[in-house]
């Protein structure tokens, strides 16, 4: 009898433990009856007992009290010396997989030490362009550019291949952990398969830390600095991973820096719905019938439902197009893309090099958002 035990921390969050328990029964059935699935729920916060007793008939369901919180990690470690199986998934409390998660991934392991399923982030696919899967989980990524798996949710691993020195070493501070045991388990030798089936989705906007952008740099530097005490790496990959955690700050700062310009873009945009002026209005009255928008994210579909029912948009512009969906069509600029009297550029992009990219391959005139926003309000 092959066992997997899912180890699920509790912080703040016994709402989402009936919810755990439903999807793990409904995976637990997909697989045949030489699997048995057990949950291990780690109380993390000692002023917050289990108000009820979990059980199923489906899944075996251990709930460990605490008397005393011990972050992510630690929550996670002492849930694996209660382990009895011969896998472990390690899940955030508000994680979602799909009902084929086990049979799947089980079935992509082969002799490998741990397998890798593609995943979700906030309802888009995480790999795409920017983001190749197989490069991203890969040796030399984790080493030097940083981690390439989102979630410690999409890995199912033999329980006897987690290191010691990831038991032994615990971060105080939430949010690496999961990179420092990727590295523990690469560097020892251990390999990873992967599974092409998308059967994880990560929710944004819980209690996870990893929404944290201090947090979580608190913690990486922490890893950083175990790993360097322990003289657990040698001087090449500790220099390596020591730049992957200033290009991973960099990266955070010229997010903050987009983030920042997005607010902007956003507070123009409720100024003109306060003078009662809209996109839709100011594209026709400039003469413009047909447009596509470039950029397929938050903003882009924001544009999109505002202007859908007096403009006509032919299609969205998008790098990762091969990776969204849409009810009209999306394409890449390297695609052959409809005529279109207008290309707005849904980005919060002040450098304007997309504009310029879409500008040169597009015999059409090229506007951001902001400079349609500011023209209206100028106007009014």
Known sequence: MKRIDVIVPIYKGQCYVEGM?????????KVDRTVKIGLILVNDDPKDYFRESYCSEKIDILAME?????????ARVRGLTYCTGDYVVFLDQDDRISPDYFVSQLGSLGEADAVICRAINGGRLFYAYDKPFKEMISLGHMFSKGNGIL??????????????????NILRYNGADDWLLWICML???MRFAEN????YEHVIGSENSSGSAFGMYQSEREMYGILREQKYLDTGHLAQLWQALQRG?????KELDRLKAAEDIYAIWLNARGEKVSVAQMLKLAGYKTVAIYGMGKMGMRLYQEIKMEIEVKCYI???AAYLKADIPIYTLEDDIPQVDLVIIALADREHRIQKDVSNTINCPVKGIEEILRDMLAER
């Open 249 to 253: 700050l960099e990266t955070r700062l």
């Open 151 to 168: 979630s410690p949710g999409q890995v199912l691993m033999r329980r006897e291949a987690i290191p010691q020195f990831w038991q032994e």
């Open 66 to 74: 605490t008397d005393q919180n011990r972050g992510i990690h630690g």
């Open 196 to 199: 092409q089936a998308v059967l």
């Open 21 to 29: 328990i439903s999807q793990l029964e409904q995976s637990a059935e």
């Open 318 to 320: 998008d790098r990762n």
């Open 187 to 189: 560097y020892e030798g």
